[in-house]
């Protein structure tokens, strides 16, 4: 596994799909956004895109491959939620224990290689908040 210090200071945002594109597609209103969202479904940094859009209450644009409403409904869904990142990585974590696809992450990767193995597994980003408990087993988060 990833050591969760070195994934905190890797920049997420240098394997984004959108930093080589011309990002101003995923910012666009209504409808759209759901053509806009698959531009993300390649991309392998999708969770922590969700998880940073999420945690900073980003209000508009395409983030992690979910909508606006997407992401009000995520929020108003799990309100005591502290850190969606570490939420989403706790999930994902339990996720692949639990014999989920794409197989263990040897501890000697690099970040890059490890983001690169999870997300060729994930279908999109709100399967990953599928994976979340529900809010009655939650623990404080």
Do not use: K
Not at 104 to 129: C, F, K, L
Request: proline share 4%; charged share 25%; glycine share 8%.
């Amino acid at each position: 596994m990833v050591d969760a210090r070195a994934a905190s200071r890797w920049n997420w945002r240098i394997a984004a799909r959108c930093r080589t594109a011309d990002a101003e597609e995923l910012f666009v209103r209504g409808a759209e956004q759901r053509r806009a969202r698959q531009f993300c479904a390649t991309c392998p940094v999708r969770m922590e895109c969700l998880a940073h859009a999420l945690d900073e209450r980003v209000e508009f644009g395409v983030w992690g491959g979910t909508t606006e409403r997407e992401r009000r409904a995520l929020l108003r869904s799990r309100p005591g939620v502290r850190s969606w990142a570490e939420l989403l990585r706790a999930a994902r974590a339990e996720h692949y224990a639990a014999g989920g696809p794409a197989g263990s992450i040897g501890s000697a990767g690099s970040a890059a290689s490890a983001v690169s193995a999870v997300s060729a597994a994930e279908e999109s980003a709100m399967a990953m908040a599928d994976l979340l408990p529900s809010p009655d087993r939650r623990t404080a988060c």
